[in-house]
Structure formats: C-alpha cells, structure tokens
T-cell receptor, first 110, second 114 residues
Framework: RKEVEQDPGPFNVPEGATVAFNCTYS??????FFWYRQDCRKEPKLLMS???SGNEDGRFTAQLNRASQYISLLIRDSKLSDSATYLC???????????FGSGTRLQVQP | DGGITQSPKYLFRKEGQNVTLSCEQN?????MYWYRQDPGQGLRLIYY???????QKGDIAEGYSVSREKKESFPLTVTSAQKNPTAFYLC?????????????FGDGTRLSIL
C-alpha cells in the first residue's frame, strides 16, 4: 500500500464549479501536511499547508481528519488557470523528507 | 532573487556514461534534497542532506551519488549503474529538515538516454 494515496483523475469540471480532492495517508505518525500544485512539465509549488483546524486561502480550503487519516482540498469558483496536478504531501516522524502522492489532475473547461 | 537553480534543463546520457546534475541555492537553507519523478507518478526521494558534509540515502539511491561540500551546492551524479535514468529530476531545499518546513523546488532537469 502506498504511503500517500490520491485519485489520479482527471477531474474535468466547468469554469465556476466547486471541486474537491481527497488524499489518504497510511502513517499515523505523520505530522505535517501540504498541498502542492504542479503544472505540466514544471516543478511542484507549495499551494498551502494543512492545519488541524482546517484553513482557507481565498478560493482554496484544506481540511485534515487525523482520525480517518485523510486530507482534502476544496476549490471554489474554478478558473481555467486552476488546471494542474495537485499533489498531496505528508511529513512523517522519522523521515527527514516529504512523501508525495502521485497527484490528482484537474482540468477546468470553458 | 533568492531561489534554487538547476542545470542543465535537458541532459542526454550515453550508455555507460556518468552525468552530473547541478543544484545551487542562495536561500541559506541547511537541508537539500534530490527527487526523481517518472511520468504519472509522484516524487521519489533519491538522497538528502541536512548539513554540509553530510548526506543520507533516500528510497531509491542505487545508481546515484551526491556530495555536499558547500552549503549552497548539492550535485547529483547519475552513474552507469542506474539502468533506467530517464526521468525528471528535481532538487529542493528547506530551512532545515524539521517537520513543519515545506520544501522549495528548482525547475528541474530532464534526463534522457541517447
């Protein structure tokens, strides 16, 4: 079983739609959680950290459920520029580097 | 501007050849990392370094080597022992390897076999 699992998609949504991605992690010792965005053939860029109480940044909302070991990302009012792959990323006790999911691809259509 | 610079952007390797990928950062970060990404897959950790003159193997270190002689530099050598080197290689750095510090990436090197 992969340490971080995501639905690869693609999620095809119209502009203005709300879309949500989930990610599950297997290591209960995971301490820090992030969402990264990766455009085609580019490097990943930090989108937002995920805090225990949930957090929002403009149209983006991240939630963490430690009991069920999953993280979610909600995007409201989707824009064409939101089209990208969204990587769920976890930092676990005993690991000095991040563990990446394979990503969920989002395609926002006009 | 502060950041991470990887070079070259594209690299071709001949059979039996070692090639070295450069990674330089001017962020004054202690920790540096190398990842490999294959199409449709997540990033996998090759090597990381928490401090100068120290580095540790990641999950897929076989066929690769690194050095960390200076804080700002962490070159990766893909040796001839790496039989499937074609991938997107990403270098990253963070202030340190503490739990909450996310990593920032260079713009990557694409390596292919000739």
């Amino acid at each position: 079983r992969k340490e971080v699992e995501q639905d690869p998609g693609p999620f095809n949504v119209p502009e203005g739609a709300t879309v949500a991605f989930n990610c599950t992690y297997s290591n209960s010792a995971s301490q820090s959680f992030f969402w990264y965005r990766q455009d085609c053939r580019k490097e990943p860029k930090l989108l937002m950290s995920v805090y225990s109480s949930g957090n929002e940044d403009g149209r983006f909302t991240a939630q963490l459920n430690r009991a069920s070991q999953y993280i979610s990302l909600l995007i409201r009012d989707s824009k064409l520029s939101d089209s990208a792959t969204y990587l769920c990323v976890v930092k676990s006790t005993g690991r000095r580097a991040l563990t990446f999911g394979s990503g969920t691809r989002l395609q926002v259509q006009p | 501007d502060g950041g991470i610079t990887q070079s070259p952007k594209y690299l071709f390797r001949k059979e039996g050849q070692n090639v070295t990928l450069s990674c330089e950062q001017n962020l004054n970060h202690d920790a540096m990392y190398w990842y490999r990404q294959d199409p449709g897959q997540g990033l996998r950790l090759i090597y990381y370094s928490q401090i100068v003159n120290d580095f540790q193997k990641g999950d897929i270190a076989e066929g690769y080597s690194v050095s960390r002689e200076k804080k700002e530099s962490f070159p990766l050598t893909v040796t001839s022992a790496q039989k499937n080197p074609t991938a997107f290689y990403l270098c990253a750095s963070s202030i340190d390897s503490s739990y909450s510090e996310p990593q920032h990436f260079g713009d990557g090197t694409r390596l292919s076999i000739l």
